[in-house]
């Protein structure tokens, strides 16, 4: 079977209705989409995220609309008519296609990894748990908040305050923030959605995250790593506040919680308290 | 039909009847639960509403005959103990609480719980005494509700008390009474846990009770 | 049952009474050794860990007793299926059987069957079972997540079916292309009259389906509160129903690694003459690669496992900080399993795709080489990959980098895959068979989910996503949108060729429509919760969310029900009304549609000779002008 003379040039075609979609969507995905995919704007550290999404939903979108429009252009126009049997080209490759892609995607992918080390690597990548000697810390005074994981409660310890230990999170606003996230038996993780901020918190390991809040808003801090039957419930509120409201909150905490504290262990990056084993 | 296709539907009836048996089954196992229990309402001039708890150290094989071994909470009710730890309580209201703690001490893991938190006034009252905080290493239980903010750490009988109780329910054994009050605010379903490491011979002894609903965790539904 | 056999004897003559029939290797047999074995285990393991030990008598919990219970069980179930004949009556020097129950009735499905074609279809039904087992645990699952506070589920229930729901899944489904269609098709498409290890065939498909039965059963001890990733030290808390998923993932481990081992034998020294590798389908390579992982990584698993099983019985402490080991040590232990396991389940996949893709579109495979290529390079880069899970858990700051570029690198040999596809459908003469819109459908979702991995590879935005409801977007897109679409798309081009018989066309249809559609409704939405916060493995969550999740529960229930459309068309097609299918009704040019349907015992009269691959489709003269000539393999 022999194709008709007047077949119209398909990669023509197809070409231009996919620069068009794919023009048609970029500006969508930058200004319209982007925007809500990340975690909002309430942290140095989770404005970081929310371009880095944006980014990789550009670089993905024209890799989308290929395949997608691809799809749909050959149910439309390369279909066998009905009731026969033809054969299409028999072609078993393109050297170039094959090569072009190869090279493209290889570029695309780099060009990836590298946006992402540099990220990482920058202080406003750095709210992702880094264990306990991260590559990139954040220059300047940092406030160091251990957050204390257990089953099935977050509590937080202020060592500069006098190792005061709190159920409540509060941050004061525009100050940096150095999250030290240990567990005291299973695996949980902390995760300030917000705020940009996940680390896991293993037992007898010491995670450190940083953020860096910026808005006066309250957040919520969630388990992200199952740990038993509480694991959804293993939720608080948090709050940002001015330094000074801050100030006054913690010689509160501290004050009302001194019976407490009197009892609590020396402030250290990791706990391992009794009972350990099974059958103790 | 031929006798292949009949062999084969039968086959596949069996299958069905069965599979629909046991999908009965797991439903009926996936949604069972302890069951709910409403405290006594009251006003507050004839005393407000009030909840009874104790702990004990074994549930016995009367209650569990399953565990026999697991610490657990009951729930008084019309004078019985029942094996439940899921409560109703109102709305909007001072809840009075009376825990008599039957089980010996396990210490805490984390000692700021050893604080009151949460109650009308600061404190519990063991034993006739107000106090804001107990020797974290003399807890055996914890009644907390983390979304009320109330933390109410129990003390353990001394091991060289006598007249320790063997199973529940615990009725004369040596115990300690604590006694407290909390306000309700909104509607929900809360849950409240224990947090000491009481599960016996389990890893970092929370595992077992401390991760089964009607032994040291429940719900408080507040309506 | 009405077939009864010995390892050494021919099948009885069907005159003898009933119960001298049930008596000897079967199913039955295999049950009441199972029943006994188990309660064999149980009782020794009382003797030597009952309540003179403290951690029983404290925690009513006696982890040696259900283990051994289980180990022993599966052993009087394989024996009871026959499996130590063949072993033993050559240890005491006698002739024995190497083919058991070659010819027979319907009874032959229910027992120990050396028939690869028997096992495919034993496969097929097993797991599909255990699939809608699991299918049904997602239901229950979304009914709970239709309100954000607990209502019907307890939340130990809850976590249970969760774990079960992912376990079964992944358990079931890495054999869910190489267990039902390599198995029946992989002989026939090389010129192989047989698998290289038929008893090995037949065992790894009753181990599977002992292990379901485990997994299931893990509700009557109280389940497991792990997911199905079982991270310790939560793992070495809970109570005994933990040791079922010990056991069931071991199972799975053995049957996968010995299915490996059989498909990767059989096709490197089973091939016929003139099959060269080139010329070998790419549904083939695409067996062949899955099976190289199979090997390496299901080891690993059994391995972990086991070390788990001694830290929940006789106290050693691999993964307990106290004890001097690491929590770490499972997480990459497991994942080392775990990433090239979901290669496991995305390879066979790419492969069923590419096969059917020349047959319906009436056009030889677009870069055959490259496919190759993109198979084998996700294979191997599949093992470098696999800390991207434990992103955010605090492992050392230079490894990320380095595990980032390593995952971000192996979506270009995926992408290899998607250009072939493309390639093959350029200028096609497509006919819309509803294996060609699974075909469509695969690569759709395929997409999604490939690029959701990208954004998930990318430490920072891994940094908001880990353990939300985007990672479980991204991977039901790949591994149901991937693999279960092309599982269906590999029943509907096969069933013809497997059964003689045809499955209603209207029916599959709408099964189709309705599937596809419900998955998108379900799975697309969840991203959005994921980028919203919602975390995974929870039921209860933030009220302002109520309205995407009851959106996505109800798609969810649709998609249930497409699939009872899929069973009605089975039921109702091979069943009721049988309408006989041609030998080759799809025109396919591959070597097992050369056979006559039913395909006879020993596949072939004559061992066939090959001179080409299987994708002789196609004008020879080039149509695009300007380009070069056709070459045949670029």
Known sequence: ?280 | MSLLAKKLLGVGAAVVVLGVLIGLYVAAWATSAPPTIVATSAPASSGGTHLTLETVAAIGPKYSPSHPDWVSYLIRKNGKWIHSTIFTVPANSVIHVTVYQYDGDSGLRNPLLSQVQGTIGGTETINGKAVNAINPEETSHTWVIPQLGVFIPLPGVPEEAKNQCEFAPCEGAAHNTIEFSFRTGAKGRYRWQCFVPCAAGFLYGFGGPMQTLGYMDGFLNVV | MSTMSTAAAAPAPSGRPLWRRLIGFNLLTAVILGVGGYYFGWWIGHLINGPSFEYESATDENDVALLLGYFFGVVGFLIGLGFANYPVSRLLGRPASLREKESGGIGRYFGLCTDHKVVGIQYLVGIGVFFFVGGLNAMLIRAELLKPVPTLVGPNQYLSLVGMHGTMMMGMMTSGILGPFANYFVPLMIGARRMAFPRIEALTFWLLMAAGFILVSTIFFGGFPTGWTGYEPLNDEAVMGMDSYIVFFALVGVSMALLGLNMMATIITMRAPGLTWSRLPIFVWSVFATAVLMVLAAPMLIATLLMAALDRTINTSFFLTAGGGSSYLFENLFWFFGHPEVYILALPGFGIILEILPVFTRKPLWGYRLAISGMLGVSLLSFFVWQHHLFVSGINGDLRPFYMLSTEIISVPTGFIFLCVMGTLWKARTTFSVPMLFVYAWTFNFLIGGLSGVVLSDVPTDTGLHGSFFVMAHFHYTIMGGLIFSFFAAIYYWVPKMFGLRLNEVLAKCHFWLMFIAFNSTFLPLFVLGLKGMPRRVSTYEPALQGLNDWVSISAFVLGFSMLIFIFNVVYSLIFVREPAEANPWHSKSMEWQVPTPVPVNNFEQIPVFDSDPYDYGTPAPITGGGRPATAGA
């Open chain 1, 1 to 280: 079977m022999s194709e008709p003379i007047d077949e119209p040039n398909h990669t023509a075609r197809f070409a231009t209705l996919w620069v068009i979609v794919t023009l048609i969507a970029l500006p969508l995905v930058i200004w319209v989409i982007g925007p809500l995919l990340g975690p909002g704007t309430d942290s140095d550290q989770a404005s970081a995220v929310g371009t880095d999404f944006t980014v990789l939903a550009v670089i993905a979108t024209p890799v989308a609309t290929l395949v997608v429009m691809f799809l749909l252009y050959s149910a439309v126009f390369f279909r066998q008519p009905k009731g026969q049997m033809l054969e299409g080209p028999a072609v078993r490759g393109h050297a170039r296609v094959q090569a072009t892609w190869i090279i493209v995607t290889s570029i695309m992918v780099l060009g990836v990894a590298v946006f992402g080390t540099v990220r990482l690597e920058s202080a406003d990548g750095a709210g992702s748990g880094s264990g306990p000697s991260p590559l990139t810390v954040p220059k300047g005074k940092k406030l160091p908040v251990q957050v204390i994981a257990q089953q099935w409660l977050f509590t937080y310890r202020y060592p500069t305050y006098g190792g005061v230990e709190t159920t409540e999170l509060v941050l004061p606003a525009n100050e940096e923030v150095e999250f030290h996230v240990t567990s005291l038996d299973v695996i949980h993780s902390f995760w300030a959605f917000k705020l940009g901020v996940k680390a896991d918190a293993n037992p007898g390991v010491d995670n450190i995250a940083f953020t860096k809040p910026t808005k006066l808003e309250n957040f919520t801090v969630r388990c992200a790593e199952l740990c038993g039957i509480w694991h959804g419930y293993m939720s608080g509120a948090g709050r940002v506040v001015t330094p000074e409201a801050f100030n006054t909150w913690i010689h509160q905490e501290q004050t009302k919680l001194a019976p407490a504290t009197k009892v609590l262990p020396k402030y250290s990056t990791t706990y391992l308290p009794e009972p350990l084993r099974r059958g103790e």
